[in-house]
């Protein structure tokens, strides 16, 4: 049984531009939430998503956006990046209370 | 002030000893408590998960919660090498809204042989 998979592992970006992170959950689960970490911290909520719906959103800027589809898949989309958006981004998926977690992509802006 | 604090270590113990970590929090709505091990450069591996007040235990591993004192605790026995990583504390309050989890900064462990 797979577990939460995430790409791509590790890329690169420029100030400014758009990048788009993709998630697939453990199988079975039907939610996805999203966690930045910087370097030393605890991860950060982003926001979770239930039946393709955004359902709970943390202290982040519009440009921080998502989408979940038919299958419970999930991707973030970050536009005009900064450098302090640098980070290990989570995704974790769930079925009930349990959150199970990607091994992440780390994000760096340049 | 932080929802959940936590001690950031380094905590350095001798392979074999009992570890203690802890979290605070300020936030009473908190129901479900976990922690995380999270080793570097990878993601956070789910290691225990409790509900309310009260202890749990698995193979070395024991969590405990005091929601009076809004305390919880992880405790590792015999502690080994393959220990060492950074140790996360997370909770969440659950509504019909969702279940974000608030996590603590980590404490990092090192155990050495």
């Known amino acids: 049984d797979a577990g939460v998979t995430q790409s791509p592992t590790h890329l690169i970006k420029t100030r400014g531009q758009q990048v788009t992170l993709r998630c697939s959950p453990k199988?079975?689960?039907?939610?996805v939430s999203w966690y930045q970490q910087a370097l030393g911290q605890g991860p950060q909520f982003i926001f979770q998503?239930?039946?393709?719906?955004?359902?709970q959103r943390g202290n982040f800027p519009d440009r921080f956006s998502g989408h979940q589809f038919p299958n419970y898949s999930s991707e973030l989309n970050v536009n005009a990046l900064l450098l302090g958006d640098s980070a290990l981004y989570l995704c974790?998926?769930?079925?009930?209370?349990?959150?199970?977690f990607g091994p992440g992509t780390r994000l760096t802006v340049t | 002030q932080k929802e959940v604090e936590q001690d950031p270590g380094p905590l350095s113990v001798p392979e074999g000893a009992i570890v203690s970590l802890n979290c605070t929090y300020s936030?009473?709505?908190?129901?479900?408590f976990m922690w995380y091990r999270q080793y570097s450069r990878k993601g956070p591996e789910l290691l225990m998960y409790?509900?309310?007040?009260g202890n749990k235990e698995d193979g070395r591993f024991t969590a405990q919660v005091d929601k009076s004192s809004k305390y919880i605790s992880l405790f590792i026995r015999d502690s080994q090498p393959s220990d060492s990583a950074t140790y996360l504390c997370?909770?969440?309050?659950?509504?019909?809204?969702?279940?974000?989890?608030?996590f603590g900064g980590g404490t990092r462990l090192m155990v050495k042989p």
């Open positions: 974790a998926s769930s079925l009930r209370g349990e959150q199970y």
């Open positions: 199988s079975g689960h039907d939610t």
């Open positions: 998503y239930y039946e393709e719906e955004e359902r």
């Open positions: 936030n009473s709505a908190f129901q479900y």
């Open positions: 409790t509900y309310s007040s």
């Open positions: 997370a909770m969440s309050a659950w509504t019909n809204a969702g279940n974000m989890l608030t």
